[in-house]
Structure formats: structure tokens, C-alpha cells
């Protein structure tokens, strides 16, 4: 029988990281999004893992840059409102790796995602918890975010690779 665990979205978090004048990061979140997992073990080997997130709710601390990430020459929010996942969680010699299709303004690609399973506990109201920490790159390119601009001293004012780090705290369903 399959085990249902969703995100809480209140002790979790979507974060990435994107080079700035080749010099450092920008970093932001995505406020709003879901995540949905079924596993067959406690282990979490093989689980499904299904993600949406919405593009609207990108947050960078810089109103200027939001406003640009979610406009047609980016993300275009009105367009591709919703990123999603859908892939597995496998396990082989101790080590977790997220495979599965990632999907940015309907660009689909497979991506392979490195996991840190923290372990299982008992929430503060007797519910049972899941932890894990997702790393991972992906080339913003790939996925149709083309846009780019050069310093007067050639470097790309935003990066192309993109750093993602993911905490996810999930609740265990009832059946």
C-alpha cells in the first residue's frame, strides 16, 4: 500500500542561487508551492515525488528583479504560471538521488537531484514527520530563460547556471 506525505510549507523551503556580474550570488525563494510524495518504505526508496511551484511567488528581496523574473522576457507568469517536477527518489548504496522531468515555460528536461534523507520523527501534534535537503544545478538556458546581458567588461550580468538547494520538512498522511 502507498503512504502519502505532503510538504509543510511552513518549515520547508525552495531556494536558488544565480551568479551576478560573475562576481556573486543572488539569491531568492519561491513563497508559494506544493509537494507530494508516495512511498511503498520507510526509507523512501523509489518513492514518487510530484512539485509545483508558483512562478508569481519568486522573491528576491529586489522588487526590480522580481518584477523582471516574472515578465514575458523571463518566466512570463501570465504564460507558464506553474513549475513542476514528477519524478522518483531512488536509493543505491546509502545515497538518494531525485530523478524525473522538470518543467520551466513548458520545457521539459531531465534532471538528476542530489538528497540528503535526514530521517523520520513525531511532530509537536503526534504527527509524523520526513526531512530532506535537495541540491542540485540546472543551465537556466535549457529551459528557454535566454535572456542575458553583458557588463561593460564582458561578464554576464546574471548567470547562467542555476544553484537549488530545497528543505523539505513533509507530514505523513492518513490513510
Known sequence: MMQKWTADVNHSEVQFKVKHLAIANVAGIFNTFNCNVETKNEE??????????????????????????????????????????????????????????????????????????????????????????VKGKINRKDYGLTWSMLTDSGSLIAGEEVKLHFDMELIKQAN
Open 44 to 133: 523512501f526508496k523509489d518513492a514518487k515525488v510530484s512539485f509545483e511551484l508558483d512562478t508569481a511567488s519568486i522573491n528576491t528581496k529586489l522588487g526590480d528583479c522580481d518584477n523582471f523574473l516574472k515578465s514575458p522576457q523571463f518566466f512570463d507568469v501570465e504564460k507558464f504560471p506553474k513549475i513542476t517536477f514528477n519524478g522518483t527518489l531512488e536509493k543505491d548504496a546509502g545515497m538518494y538521488e531525485l530523478v524525473g522531468e522538470l518543467t520551466i515555460r513548458d520545457v521539459k528536461r531531465t534532471v538528476k537531484l542530489e538528497v540528503e534523507f535526514n530521517g523520520t520523527g513525531q511532530g509537536r501534534f503526534g504527527d509524523t514527520r520526513a526531512g530532506f535537503e
